[in-house]
C-alpha cells in the first residue's frame, strides 16, 4: 500500500563526527532507499541537516559557529553544496528532487502554512521527493526559528498528513539513557503513549553532535509533535537507511512511537505545534475546569492575569491558577483590552470596551487542550 514518508537525517549520520566531512556511502545508501521507496508508490520527503556542518568543514571552521551572522553564511555556504551532492546521486537515479526551505514563520502564518502543504503535495503527486531544510540563512528571529530540524520534520509529517516519520539518527534506538555513556542503559522498542516514558525513566539528554543541533530530547519532542498528528515515528540508525524498508515491512527495528489513537486535527495540530505563543493568560479553577473537562470555549470572566503583548488573532497559552500551561489557543481580543475585560461578564464587555467584541475570548475550535 502506498504511504507518505518523511524521513529525517540528521548531521550526524551525515558527516564524519571527527572531521565533518561528508559521509558519502551514507548519502549514496539514503538516496538509493528512498528511491526504491519512490519507485515502489510512494511519496517520499527528506527532511535534511547538514547545511551549517558541511559548510564548516568547506570554509575549515574548527567548531560549529555561534553568532548568528557567521552561522547563516556558513549555512548558506553549505546548503548549496549539500543539495549539489543529493542532485547529483538522486540524479544517477533518475529521481527529481526539489529543494524547499522553511522557517518558522512559514508554518505560523496560516496562508503561508496552507501554501506550503500545498507546494509540496504538488510535489509529492509530481513524482518528486522534496528536500526541507530549516532556511538558516534568513531566520533571524529566534521565535521564527525551528531550532533543530527533529522539530521541522514533525511539523512538516503534520502538514502533509503523512503515515510515517523516520528520524534517522546515531544510535539505533532509543534507550533509557545514553549507551555511549552508559553500557547498562536498557533499550525501548515500542511506545505506545508518550507518558510511557516517564514511567520508564528515560533521561535523554540535550546534547547533540559537535556539528549538529538535535539531541534525544529533541527527538522525543518531535515524536509528541508527530503522533499528535496520527503520524507512527521511528527513530533508528543513520548509518543504515536500508532499515527503513525492513520496518515497513513489520521488522521490529529501532524504537516506535504509536500514533494518538485521537489526533488532532489539521487546524488544531497548527494551533498546537506550529504558531508561537506570544502571551499568557492565567485562569482560576472555573475556567480551567470548563476547558479541560466541559470542552468549553473561554471567557473574559475567568481571566485572573494577562502577560504579553499581542493582537487579536495571535497565539497565547492558558495556564491554571498554579501555573501549569493547560491549552494554547488564538484570542479575539488584544492583550489591552483584555486587561480591561478580564475577570468581567461577556455581557459586559461593550459598556466596558465602547463597542460589541466576540463572545468568547479563545474559541473551543480555536482550542486546543495541552496539559
Known sequence: MAQTLVIKIGTSSLTNPETGHLALATIASLVEVLSQLRQAGHQVILVSSGAVGIGCARLGLAERPKAIALKQAVAAVGQGRLMRIYDDFFTSLQQPIAQVLLTRGDLADRSRYINASNTLQELLKLGVIPIVNENDTVAVDELLRFGDNDTLSALVAGLVQADWLFMLTDVDRLYSADPRTQPDAQPIITVERMEELVTLNVNAGAQGS???????????????????????????????????????????IGTQFQPHPRPHNARKHWIAHALVPIGKLILDDGAAKAITKLGKSLLAAG??????????????????????????????????????????????????????GAETVVHRDNLVITG
Open 303 to 356: 481571566i485572573t492575569a494577562v502577560e504579553g503583548d499581542f493582537q487579536s488573532q495571535e497565539a497565547v497559552c492558558l495556564y491554571d491558577a498554579s501555573g501549569a500551561e493547560i491549552a494554547r489557543g488564538l484570542v479575539n481580543y488584544s492583550s489591552d483590552e483584555l486587561q480591561r475585560i478580564q475577570g468581567r461578564q461577556s455581557e459586559d464587555i461593550p459598556q466596558v470596551l465602547g463597542y460589541a
Open 210 to 252: 559537535q556539528w549538529g543541533t538535535g539531541g534525544m530530547a529533541t527527538k522525543i519532542s518531535a515524536a509528541a509533535i508527530a503522533t499528535n498528528a496520527g503520524v507512527r515515528t521511528v527513530i533508528t540508525q543513520g548509518k543504515t537507511p536500508e532499515n527503513i524498508s525492513h520496518i515497513l515491512a513489520g521488522e521490529a
